[in-house]
């Protein structure tokens, strides 16, 4: 059982940058890592995600600003968010999921504010 901690949220100002970072308890090598965020009153969307082989893709909403990698060494996922928005604040989830698992952790809470 992959166990995954966010880490890394936090209070920002419009244009800010936040680094979140996802650790994980077990090797995340098979798995396709990815962030997910809900913000209040909404439904959890995905922002990002990164396969085992390194291809990534992202919402519409957060190209150009946010980057995702991982580094299977270290079982850590890492969400760079830079010219942050305040549509951004959210409470942001990490995800695994393969091919017979899903985990998902608790979440951290980023609040943009202008």
């Known amino acids: 059982q992959v166990q995954l901690v966010e880490s890394g949220g936090g209070l920002v100002h419009t244009g800010g940058s936040l680094r979140l970072s996802c650790a994980a308890s077990?090797?995340?090598?098979?798995?396709?890592m990815g962030w997910y965020r809900q913000a209040p009153g909404q439904q959890r969307e995905s922002v990002a995600f990164?396969?085992?082989?390194?291809?990534?893709n992202y919402a519409d909403s957060v190209k150009g600003r946010f980057t995702i990698s991982r580094d299977n060494a270290k079982n850590t996922v890492l969400l760079q968010m830079n010219s942050l928005k305040f549509e951004d604040t959210a409470v942001y989830y990490c995800?695994?999921?393969?091919?017979?698992?899903?985990?998902w952790g608790q979440g951290t809470q980023v609040t943009v504010s202008s």
């Open positions: 995800n695994a999921v393969n091919w017979r698992e899903i985990h």
């Open positions: 990164i396969t085992n082989g390194g291809s990534t």
């Open positions: 077990g090797s995340i090598f098979s798995f396709t």
